[in-house]
DNA sequence: GTCCAGGGAATCA
DNA sequence: TGATTCCATGGA
């Protein structure tokens, strides 16, 4: 079926291409396809309207493209901040943050430590290819094509350390390993983190394996969780904070704590979308 | 061969 | 707490 609406602020490109997500492919027609929630989507952008083509629902395409918040009013509240950020939002103007599946993002991202985004696309496709359910579907007119679902935490239990290394994820294998093992034996009920607010949700993440700080922070902003007073400091975000504002000729040696707390200063609780503008747009114009 | 990637954990002071 | 070092892998 498809669902057609007109939507303010929704470029697929900058949505897809922006690092948030693993899982969307660019098509020949500059259109995007990907699985999320088990079903399978293609997002296509013509004129001024959003065709989404697929067997997801109008709710759940509501709600994982978080199509029921006023991103206007989110950018033109960043944008008074300052220049470089009203910049990096002119640029990324199309981006949405996405409510991914929680227990998707938490391994996405364990994945991503001192990894490549190309890297870590590859690694999440054969896992799913391997653990997930093999979904076909074809889109009118087309062949029937085969797509897989990320694993649920039964699922990915299944693979074994070996298993992990072979798929290539180096030395996160145990990581992965054992956080799926750690939520697969219901050790910890992930909804709980739902009732928690940002810190003690980050708290009890900062516990699994492989979640560290910066992980941490893109588990909380890029999952259904959506705490947007987060701000995950990878290489990208230091180099552009460093050149912004801090301007360290080294900038290697730039604290984490100083970067933070200019963001907290300067952006208030919306700074994860404030990031993620920056991350973009520093990213994307640094080739 | 060297450097880099949406970093985290172990170790040591 | 804070700073170093090691960790697999593949592309540039």
Known sequence: MKYIKEIDSFEPKDIFEC???FRWNKQDDGSYTGVFYGKILNVKKESNKIIFDGNATEEEIERYFDL???????KSELSLIDEYLKQSIEFGSGIRILNQDLFETIISFIISANNNIPR?????????????????YSFDGNKVEEYYTFPTPEELSRASIKDLRELGLGFRD???????????????????????????????????????????????????LKKFDVFPIDV?????????????????????????????EKYGNLEGMAQQYLFYWKRETSA
């Open 19 to 21: 690092g948030q997500c």
């Open 68 to 74: 029921q918040r006023d991103y206007s009013k989110i």
């Open 120 to 136: 870590i696309k590859g690694i999440i496709n054969k896992i799913c290819t391997k653990y997930g359910q093999k979904v076909e």
């Open 174 to 224: 145990v990581r992965v390993y054992e956080t799926t093992k750690l939520i697969a034996n219901k050790e910890f009920k992930l909804d709980d983190l739902y009732k928690m607010t940002t810190d003690e949700a980050k708290q009890k993440l900062l516990t699994f394996q492989g979640v560290g700080p910066k992980v941490c922070d893109c588990i909380l902003l890029f999952s259904t």
């Open 236 to 264: 990208w975000v230091r180099r552009v904070m460093n050149e912004l504002y801090i301007k360290n000729p080294d900038e290697t040696k730039v604290d984490k704590k100083e970067i933070k707390k200019l963001a907290d």
